[in-house]
């Protein structure tokens, strides 16, 4: 199926971090910043393209699913990880 790995580095008062998929069929990446300092601010790019969704549908459709489910597309997530209710995406 593939795997993903994930790294994160720091720089000073800043966690860089990094993910790439070696998938077979889709691709995931992510890239983004988190500053170590009180709210922990965090700004996060994430695209994905071909990303198989059956295994989630699977359980709310329960068998009707007739063809194959994948998804694409990016999201930018950013805010402070200290208050996840204040995350903007």
Same mark, same amino acid.
């Given at each position: 199926?593939?795997?993903?790995?994930?790294?994160?580095?720091?720089?000073?008062?800043?966690?860089?971090?990094?993910?790439?998929? @070696? #998938?077979?069929?889709?691709?995931?990446?992510? &890239?983004?910043?988190?500053? =170590?300092?009180? +709210? !922990?601010?965090? @700004? #996060?790019?994430?695209?994905?393209?071909?990303? &198989?969704?059956?295994?989630? =549908?699977?359980? +709310? !459709?329960?068998?009707?699913?007739?063809?194959?489910?994948?998804?694409?597309?990016?999201?930018?997530?950013?805010?402070?990880?200290?208050?996840?209710?204040?995350?903007?995406?």
């Amino acid at each position: 199926m593939g795997d993903l790995t994930l790294d994160a580095v720091t720089h000073g008062q800043q966690l860089i971090v990094t993910g790439r998929s @070696n #998938f077979k069929q889709a691709s995931f990446t992510l &890239d983004g910043a988190v500053d =170590l300092q009180k +709210e !922990l601010s965090a @700004n #996060f790019d994430v695209q994905f393209v071909n990303v &198989d969704i059956d295994p989630f =549908l699977t359980t +709310e !459709l329960k068998g009707k699913i007739t063809a194959h489910s994948g998804v694409g597309g990016s999201a930018h997530i950013s805010g402070p990880l200290r208050e996840p209710r204040a995350l903007t995406g």
